[in-house]
């Protein structure tokens, strides 16, 4: 867990907990013992931190989330290291995050290899750095510098951080990091606890003025705020106390326990239960990707940032030549903004070979299909790919709706097929829908499952359904929330309910963004409701400048009066009498009602565990991630208070509404009272 070498009078710790070098109680306490030891060794004059392998350290153990942690606490340990009389040097080899940051914080001098991330991100668990990190950091950065990377918990680089005053050394080799280390054996001790703070509670106080996306609906952002704050207002052992209030008031509330669910969810949905853990994977050395429209570009670019060449296939010269220059405009806007070199985008553009000779694809692992979202296409599609993929090829089709298992029967290889459905932008989105199969084959999945995780992607495997798991739980949304605007309520209204409860946009802002045409017959004269007479007028969303709002030029929304009169015009063909809606009914018709069909889709085993629901929806659909996702949000909610909600208003839903028999069983089980 922890070694310790000496060298001359030079001791060097190195935290050795692979895979991650996480904090466990063991390496607490072997690095305060090692500390101690060197603070009493009269052969030792310096002592060096370092970790082993490519991490510093990734921070506390999460086996320990939720548990009393043994002693000693990192706390204690930091302020040993801190005190100890000789100087004390991080070698920050790879990334340090969290509780390993804080360590080198307490350390007296801190040198970085160039590649190093560093970064404080407790604050996406809904806490705050509780190790000193809120009062030493700003110490060293000042209080403006030290709220950027604590409130939105993103790492810096190395380079960055030794601009700010973080890092003292950069050095480019690993062969360098212990001899630049070394260099400041010879001078004294300096706590990092001893210096000034640069900036004071006004500094704070502008920083949230000039950033409230960090804080919207969140509490952890407004207490590492405070604690700050506090560094820069109270002496460091005040300070200190100040933080440990302030985590123990975060670590035990709500949005804490949800987000550290969300956590682990995300963990537990890279593992398939029938599956074994050492399954061979099939090799992917290139993929193949089918249209290189909007979607197809976008798949496209996740592998070829990842190193894998793609042959993208499409029918018409201009399409294709559309598609690259698309793909050369996002890496090239990417650039812009400092994220990719030149040279990394022209090495990825160099990856992709754009083609109009469906043969090529015999070349590749895997063949993503992004065509229209039409049923008898896509069996074109797959019937054309079986004759030419290689034996033992990947076949995915990015449907978002369509039954997996058909489209499999078009081939001679349905073993080999299942559905990946990517989201837009798909260079952007981290969710894939990873769709198993009635004879998807195992190490296909696992395959999948894999390659997803490599691309930097979020994969969840669902089932076949129409829908799958996202999708099919938007669909009750979306009817109620056209029914209650027929009944009464405005779009809104129904928006405002959503975006108040912490979505990105409500129903009709997200169907204006996607755009209301999707799905429609296409027929203007044939007007069955309220979709069918927008899409006849062309207001087909925010694509036209119109939809269930106006937009202008910048697409900013305005309340539409042309849909008002066109709601109120349905009205009166229905004989609806408008009625006054409340809030808590939309909640119930929109959103417990999501909850209702996630309880189905668990019944059918469409989705593993329920915690596969709330990741979906966390990186597909904008749930707030504060609640947990659906599934977690509603048993906080209680069972039996959404069962009565929906019993409340079952005789208004759609028909061919029901309540799911597994969410009257959670609500019989959990016996709460309802308010």
């Known amino acids: 867990m922890i070694r310790s070498e000496q060298t001359g009078p030079i001791l060097r710790i190195t935290i050795d907990n692979p895979p991650v070098n996480a904090l466990g109680a063991d390496v607490r306490a072997g690095l305060a013992q090692a500390i101690a030891a060197a603070a009493e060794d009269g052969s030792v004059s310096a002592v060096i931190v370092t970790g082993s392998g490519k991490l510093f350290s990734a921070g506390a153990d999460i086996s320990e989330f939720g548990k009393p942690l043994a002693d000693p606490q990192l706390p204690d340990v930091l302020a040993a290291i801190e005190a100890c009389p000789k100087p004390v040097i991080a ?26 991330k560093l970064g404080l991100p407790e604050v996406k668990l809904g806490i705050l750095p509780g190790a000193g990190g809120t009062q030493r950091l700003p110490r060293l950065v000042g209080v403006e510098a030290a709220l950027e990377m604590i ?133 992917i050395n290139r993929v193949g990707v089918i249209g290189a429209g909007t979607m197809g570009g976008g798949i496209a670019m996740n592998f070829l940032s990842a ?69 008898e296409v896509k069996k074109q599609v797959f019937g054309r790919l079986d004759a030419v993929a290689r034996p033992g090829a990947i076949l995915a089709s990015n449907t978002s709706y369509l039954d997996v298992d058909a489209i499999a029967a078009c081939t001679s290889r ?59 739980m938007l669909i009750p949304r979306q009817d109620n929330a056209l029914a209650l605007v027929m009944e009464g309520a405005s779009p809104e209204q129904v928006d405002k309910v959503h975006t108040d409860f912490g979505m990105p946009m409500g129903p009709f802002q997200m169907t204006d963004l996607a755009g209301v045409d999707i799905g429609w017959h296409r027929d203007p004269k044939r007007i069955d409701d309220l979709k069918d007479a927008l899409c006849a007028q062309g207001r087909w969303g925010q694509k036209t400048g119109a939809g269930f709002y106006d937009y202008d030029a910048a697409r900013k929304r305005s309340s539409s009066p042309v849909v008002a009169a066109l709601i109120e015009e349905f009205r009166k ?58 599934m977690f949000w ?35 089980a959990t016996e709460e009272p309802v308010a």
């Open 91 to 116: 070698a920050i080899n790879g990334t340090a995050l969290g509780g390993g940051l804080e360590i080198a914080l307490a350390c007296h001098y801190r040198v970085a290899l160039a590649s190093a």
């Open 151 to 283: 409130v939105s918990g993103d790492p810096v680089s190395a380079s960055a951080a030794a601009a700010s005053g973080l890092v003292d050394t950069v050095v480019e080799s690993a062969e360098d990091l212990f001899d630049a280390a070394a260099a400041f054996a010879g001078s004294p001790a300096r706590p990092t606890c001893a210096r000034a703070v640069s900036g004071d509670a006004t500094s704070a106080d502008a920083f949230v003025a000039a950033n409230p996306r960090l804080f919207r609906g969140l509490t952890a952002p407004l207490a590492c705020v405070e604690a700050v704050k506090a560094a820069a207002t109270q002496p460091l052992a005040e300070g200190l106390a100040t933080e440990r209030r302030l985590f123990l008031e975060l670590v035990s509330g709500e949005q804490s326990q949800a987000l550290r669910h969300a956590f682990f969810a995300e963990r537990s949905a890279a593992r398939i239960e029938d599956l074994p853990k050492d399954i061979a994977k099939r090799p």
């Open 307 to 375: 190193g894998l060449p793609v042959t993208m296939v499409e029918t018409s010269a201009e399409a294709l030549e559309r598609g690259a220059a698309l793909i050369r405009k996002n890496y090239e806007a990417t650039a812009a903004k400092g994220r990719l070199t030149g040279a990394q985008v022209e090495a990825a553009m160099a990856l992709l070979t754009p083609t109009l000779e469906f043969g090529a694809l015999g070349e590749c692992d895997l063949v993503i299909e992004a065509v229209y979202e039409n049923m």
């Open 414 to 472: 349905p073993e080999d097929v299942l559905g990946m459905h990517f989201f837009s932008p798909a260079n952007v989105m981290k969710l894939v829908e990873v769709v198993r199969g009635a004879r998807t084959a195992p190490d296909v999945l696992a395959t999948i499952m894999a390659l997803g995780q490599k691309i930097g992607k979020v994969p969840v495997v669902a089932g076949v359904c129409y829908g799958f798991i996202g999708n099919r």
């Open 573 to 630: 063909r229905e004989g609806i009498t408008p009625r006054a809606i409340s809030n808590e009914e939309i909640v119930v018709r929109t959103l417990y009602t999501m909850v209702n069909e996630g309880a189905k889709i668990l019944e059918e085993g469409i989705a593993q565990r329920a915690s596969d629901i709330d990741v979906v929806w966390l990186y597909g659909y904008g749930w707030p991630r504060w609640t947990g996702g659906p």
């Open 634 to 668: 509603a048993e906080r909610e209680g069972f039996a208070k959404i069962v009565a909600g929906l019993e409340r208003y079952a005789k208004s839903m759609p028909e061919g509404f029901s309540i799911s028999p597994l969410l009257r069983e959670q609500a019989a």
